[in-house]
Structures are given as C-alpha cells and as structure tokens.
C-alpha cells in the first residue's frame, strides 16, 4: 500500500483500478444505495490484479456455500472482532515488494507477515474454519483517504455489512469506515468481482 497525499493521487488510484471516481457536489443530499446497510452492484467489473490466482490456489476463498455451523448474526460478529483483532495482532505488515520482490501477490501470510490482501485472505480462512458461511464473506477494494487500493474483507449479516480492516481492529459498518468501496466480489459468484462505487468520493452518475 502506498500512502497518497491529495485528491489528484486519489483519482490516480481510482483511474489505476479502472474506475472513474465523481466527487458529489457540495451540498447534494445523499440518498439510495449510499444510505442501504448493505453494499450493492453497480456493474459488472474486472478481478483486482493480483486476485488471478487466488481461487486456484485457496478453492474456499472463492466459494458461495450457503452452509455454516455459525448462523446467528450476533455469533457471526462476536466471532468476526475476535478474529479481525487477533490477526491484526499475530501478522506484520509488510509489501509485497519488499518480501518477495514483485509488486502483487495474494497469499496466505504463514510467515508472519503480509499486506492487507495477505491480512483479509487469512482472516476469510479463519472465519470459515470457524464455520460462517462463505456466501456471508466478500473481499473489497477500497480508497480510503490517505491509501490507495486497500483490500478488507466484508461480513454481511442482516442489518448490513461489517468491515474487517488490516488498519484498525474496530469492525465498523461499511458507512463508518468513511472509504469508497471501487469493486467486491460478487455476491452469487466469488470468482468474478463487481464495481460498487459507494463512499464519499464516488457517484454513480
């Protein structure tokens, strides 16, 4: 991840992942899917690069399983902090050209250290040993003010979407994050990922 100063490099992330980002002008009311508890699909959108091999190499982190022995959305979340926090605790950050020399790699972090996609694919594993289903888990793209192109990892339940974030062990709502979702994975076929566009520096105008 590489931190970002300004709006320009904000848009130079955005163009990166092949988005467009449309700032709201000033004064404009929010309404819609900004305001629904759970993210939605704007369109149909291109896999996060280093995404490609990840189903082949980890199957479950690309399965709809409907099926899980955790079913309550209360026992979903209190599983979900416990493992947000202690992978944050266990795993250091670090990128990926600097452990392994190439600019994208999603792996599993088994050597104690990892980026946020490295971060996120772990915790997915735990939750779904844990037994959550996996069609309740979504891994994100993100633009978060200061970092550009994060990856978390999404819980839905409910009453909406939480959001497990390398950055902070707090699981918030998707809204209180206060990033702009750009792409997730699809919510009936984990191998594909659609655009979102939802946040503060996003429309879908």
Same mark, same amino acid.
């Given at each position: 991840?590489?931190?970002?100063?300004?709006? #320009? !490099?904000?848009?130079?992330?955005?163009?990166? +992942?092949?988005?467009?980002? &449309?700032?709201?002008?000033?004064?404009?009311? @929010?309404?819609?899917?900004?305001q629904?508890?759970?993210?939605?699909?704007?369109?149909?959108?291109?896999?996060?690069f280093?995404?490609?091999?990840?189903?082949?190499?980890?199957?479950?982190?690309?399965?709809? #399983? !409907?099926?899980?022995?955790?079913?309550?959305? +209360?026992?979903?979340?209190? &599983?979900?902090?416990?493992?947000?926090?202690? @992978?944050?605790?266990?795993?250091?950050q670090?990128?990926?050209?600097?452990?392994?020399?190439?600019?994208?790699?999603?792996?599993?972090?088994?050597s104690?250290?990892?980026?946020?996609?490295?971060?996120?694919?772990?915790?997915?594993?735990?939750?779904?040993?844990?037994?959550?289903?996996?069609?309740?888990?979504?891994?994100?793209?993100?633009?978060?003010?200061?970092?550009?192109?994060?990856?978390?990892?999404?819980?839905?339940?409910?009453?909406?979407?939480?959001?497990?974030?390398?950055?902070?062990?707090?699981?918030?709502?998707?809204?209180?994050?206060?990033?702009?979702?750009?792409?997730?994975?699809n919510?009936?076929?984990?191998?594909?990922?659609?655009?979102?566009?939802?946040?503060?520096?996003?429309?879908?105008k």
């Open positions: 991840m590489k931190t970002i100063t300004n709006t #320009r !490099s904000m848009f130079a992330a955005a163009f990166a +992942a092949g988005l467009l980002l &449309v700032l709201p002008a000033a004064g404009t009311a @929010v309404a819609g899917p900004l629904a508890p759970h993210l939605s699909r704007f369109q149909a959108g291109k896999a996060p280093g995404f490609k091999n990840v189903c082949g190499q980890y199957p479950w982190a690309c399965s709809n #399983r !409907s099926s899980g022995k955790i079913t309550g959305d +209360a026992e979903i979340m209190a &599983v979900a902090r416990k493992i947000n926090s202690r @992978v944050n605790r266990k795993i250091r670090v990128s990926d050209q600097a452990q392994f020399g190439v600019r994208e790699r999603w792996t599993l972090p088994d104690g250290k990892g980026d946020c996609e490295d971060i996120v694919l772990m915790k997915l594993k735990r939750l779904i040993e844990a037994g959550v289903a996996p069609n309740r888990l979504f891994m994100a793209q993100v633009l978060p003010r200061r970092v550009e192109q994060h990856v978390v990892l999404v819980v839905r339940t409910k009453k909406g979407d939480y959001v497990l974030d390398s950055l902070t062990s707090r699981v918030k709502t998707w809204k209180q994050t206060g990033y702009t979702f750009l792409k997730m994975q919510s009936r076929n984990a191998r594909k990922w659609d655009v979102v566009l939802l946040g503060p520096m996003a429309s879908r």
